[in-house]
């Protein structure tokens, strides 16, 4: 049964906590003290924590970074945790792909959280069931947290073309793929011509097709690169022909959409802090390993206005940094006072 606040614990779920947990942190203590102690009730035997370091000019991130920290330095189980944390700002989208990098130099897999991506207790044995499942099957490279979309069937997950990247796990041998963030690997990594027709082979809906397309054509341009981490290693598993796992739950609650927040900050959004379920177990697995058309179908249409997607992008690309930041945070301000006088009538 769905629980209607992220804040509700589900029961504990025994694994063999035998997979690393990767955790990426930042610059804030409300959630990442709740996502710290949701992987402290879990106890993986192994945790990576990778931090990036606060922006020059910002009033007070200095101080929250180090806030952050300290409530991650002390582990309450048997657990060795390796750090990696950045003395300055490199940015969400060279941090993450640069955290990994390091982690799987260290793991041959993991579980990936952010410091706003709230697991159900379930999420960690799903995981490292699915990692080790499928751990020599070239064509899985994602085992995603996130499930948004009922599916109404007896087996305990599907597999799709979809990669979210709230709460997820991978291997080494998928995240070898990715080829980095600078341009030019890039453009070698996902030509246009071939990852294009993977777009058309597995993508149903226009619009999303062609939101997919116009991100492509930037990559292709040299454009957009450093910013868009996830969107890369998204066409790179699908340029590859490969699958990601959904559960047929949602077991991962975004609860970081809050003014603080470096990319999704509006608390209207419907993925705001989604119910989190619980999986039962043992799960039920699917007879083959094959794309769930409809259920695909399903995501694509209920993906996000493109629209949006599509003018932040070409903002961050056409508006200089320093213009661009400082237009973001207007119309942060200006959605609080809306927000603040809706709650007073």
Not at 47 to 64: N, Q
Not at 138 to 149: D, E, H, L, P, R
Not at 292 to 298: A, E, F, G, N, V
Request: contains cysteine; proline residues 7%.
């Amino acid at each position: 049964m769905s629980q209607h606040s992220a804040d509700i614990e589900l029961p504990e779920v025994d694994w063999k906590r035998e997979t690393p947990v990767a955790f990426f942190i930042f610059k804030r203590p409300e959630t990442t003290a709740r996502i710290f102690k949701a992987i402290s009730r879990a106890r993986p035997k192994k945790l990576f924590i990778i931090a990036d370091g606060p922006r020059k000019g910002r009033a007070g991130e200095e101080e929250a970074c180090r806030q952050v920290r300290s409530l991650v330095e002390t582990i309450s189980w048997d657990c060795e945790v390796l750090r990696n944390y950045a003395e300055s700002n490199i940015g969400v989208d060279k941090r993450i792909p640069s955290g990994l990098n390091w982690l799987f130099k260290h793991a041959e897999e993991a579980i990936i959280l952010e410091d706003d991506c709230l697991p159900s207790s379930s999420f960690f044995r799903f995981a490292e069931e699915m990692l080790e499942r499928y751990r020599d099957d070239q064509k899985i490279f994602n085992v995603c947290g996130a499930s948004w979309i009922p599916f109404p069937s007896k087996e305990s997950y599907f597999f799709s073309t979809s990669f979210t990247v709230w709460g997820w796990a991978t291997w080494r041998r998928a995240w070898k793929y990715f080829p980095g963030i600078d341009p030019e690997p890039v453009r070698r990594a996902l030509p246009f011509e071939e990852t294009a027709s993977a777009i058309n082979a597995v993508v149903s809906t226009p619009r999303v097709r062609k939101h997919l397309l116009r991100i492509l054509r930037l990559f292709s341009q040299g454009k957009a690169v450093s910013i868009s981490w996830d969107y890369i290693w998204g066409l790179t598993c699908l340029k590859n022909q490969g699958l990601s796992i959904k559960p047929r739950c949602n077991l991962i609650s975004n609860i970081g959409f809050t003014p603080g927040a470096t990319n999704d900050f509006d608390p209207s959004d419907p993925a705001n802090n989604f119910p989190l379920d619980s999986l039962p177990f043992p799960l039920i697995h699917p007879p083959t390993v094959l794309v769930d058309k409809t259920q695909d179908l399903s995501l694509e249409l209920s993906y996000p206005s493109t629209r949006v997607l599509d003018w932040k992008l070409q903002a961050k690309i056409l508006i200089p940094t320093g213009i661009y930041l400082k237009m973001r945070d207007i119309i942060r301000f200006m959605r609080r006072i809306r927000a603040h006088f809706i709650r007073s009538i």
